[in-house]
């Protein structure tokens, strides 16, 4: 088994990066073209509810960008997307737990099969020097005490969880079988400008902006780290040269807490008080608490810029900024949304 090596840096490489019109990866491809202002970048996107052209805005018309609207699924868009890439970065995924639980299905056929049609591509890709599969903590389940290693077992405990924990150990497989440089990232919670609103804090922070209430699950007791999104994509970025190809690098905030004290602090934060919570019924098979061990990146020479208290900040400031950027996202949102998984009453 041979497997290819990375060399430092070159002037200008071809990137693909799937999602790039989500949360996350529009954060990396910002990140890259501070980073690398001459890589060619393009971004294959299937465009789901999630994602957001306006995310992508300030790079319609640069000669090195490219958008491709398709899905990771399909071979033709994939081959076409990939062809003479240097780097794969793929955050294209279904992502949403709540959704898991009411349609497993889209989950496994997106975060599965699509990066087994990703893997497949970059096989025939000779000049490929990484991929880097983006999965989550969540594959490692729940911890009641003590931080996941990188080789602690998986234990996923939702469809969602479930499904990424396939497409990682895939992705794992094809380094191990063909030589592929495959890393694999495992981040915790990521909060941050352009994240569609169903997921936590840009919902309470777009609530608490228009005086609503905050529906927080159960008592709130759920333990979560969070990361700040640039510092998640510094990390990725950094493993792209400084990784090892078959290594699975975990990337966390080192920020931990209960829900319920991470709304405190975005009522204190934004000048409002507990009445703006309205708690309601909790999701099921909720896991507890995640925690991650950083030091194998720590030792590479990544630390996060942001603690919590500087996160929640800009994370405010920029949905304050931005009204024209989710306001419509929210107008548009699915009343199932608010009535069915954040509506049930305790
Ligand atoms: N958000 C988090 O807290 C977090 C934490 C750890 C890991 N992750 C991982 O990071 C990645 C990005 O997450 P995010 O929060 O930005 O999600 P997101 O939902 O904001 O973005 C996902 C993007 O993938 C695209 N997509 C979905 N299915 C596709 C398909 N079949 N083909 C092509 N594109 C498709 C969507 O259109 C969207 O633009 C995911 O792999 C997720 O599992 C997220």
Redesign the pocket.
Known sequence: MTVRKTSGAPAARTWLV??????????FVHLLFAQEPNARVRV?????????LK?LQLFRGRKNFQFIK?????AR?VARAMAGADVVV???????VDRSIDDPHTFL???VE?VHTLLQQARKEPQLKRFI??????VYGQIKRGSFYENSELRPRNP?AAA?AG?DRLAYSFFATYGLPVII???????GP???LE?MIPLFVTNLLDGQKVPVYGAGLQIRDW?Y?SD?CRAVHMLVDRGVSGEVYN?GGGQECTNISLVRRMLKLMQRDERSIKFVQDRPGHDFRYSLDCSKLQRLGWRPEHNLRSGLRSTIDWYSANEDWWRPVKANMERRFFTGYWGRKR
């Open positions: 799937t999602g790039g019109a989500g949360f996350i990866g529009s954060n294959l996107d299937k465009l789901t509810y999630s994602a957001n995310n398709g899905d990771i699924c399909d868009a793929n955050f294209a995924a279904e992502t949403a056929r997106t975060d699509g599969q983006i999965s989550t903590d969540e969602y990424k497409g990232t495992r981040a915790s919670n990521n909060y352009r994240a569609y997921k990361l999104v998640h990337v």
